[in-house]
């Protein structure tokens, strides 16, 4: 059972660039969210899924863009990316509202 | 809105030393609280939640947490740390509604001296 799978693992990119950041869970969860990880800043909420065909947004969803086709898979698009996108980020999902979220062991993103 | 505060920053404590990290939310109702604990480079592990009901949990890795309701806080304890114990630990409070979203303290890094 590999729980919360994302990849790539690391990625650098240049200012301008797009890339989507894959999230996919083997364990039937309907919510998945995406967090980023800036130092003494804790986790920040940037986009959420209660469901396939559903998303909201989160704290700081600013240049990010998500989709929800399937219940396995919730990637996380970078539409231009800027320097301040510079972050670790994280795929998380839970059973439903209330539950523990499981996270996957992150992305580690430079924009430079 | 929903907030975490974790005042310490950084803990250093001595192998066999008790531990208590610091951990105060703001939330306008019950709330879902949670301690997740992060090694370097990996993702974040739970070590224990409350819901609702008794306000001591017992967790993972002998760490324990209470949940005081008059003083807000959710402090995360454990009698005698291991060396293996030095991570980061997050505090959580999460919402009971569509979504689960959670919001985060800014983490405490524990340092653990043999």
Redesign the interface.
Known sequence: NAGVTQTPKFQVLKTGQSMTLQCAQDMNHEYMSWYRQDPGMGLRLIHYSVGAGITDQGEVPNGYNVSRSTTEDFPLRLLSAAPSQTSVYFCASSPGGGQPQHFGDGTRLSIL | AQS?T?PD?HITVSEGASLELRCNYSYGATP?L?W?VQSP??????LL?Y?SGDTLVQGIKGFEAEFKRSQSSFNLRKPSVHWSDAAEY?C?V?A????????????TRLMVKP
């Not at chain 2, 480079?41 to 739970?46: N, R, S, T, V």
């Not at chain 2, 009971?96 to 983490?107: H, S, V």
């Open positions: 975490v974790q920053i879902y949670f997740y480079g990996q993702g974040l592990q739970l939640k819901f997050f959580a999460g009971n509604n569509a979504g689960n979203m959670l919001t985060f303290g800014g983490g």
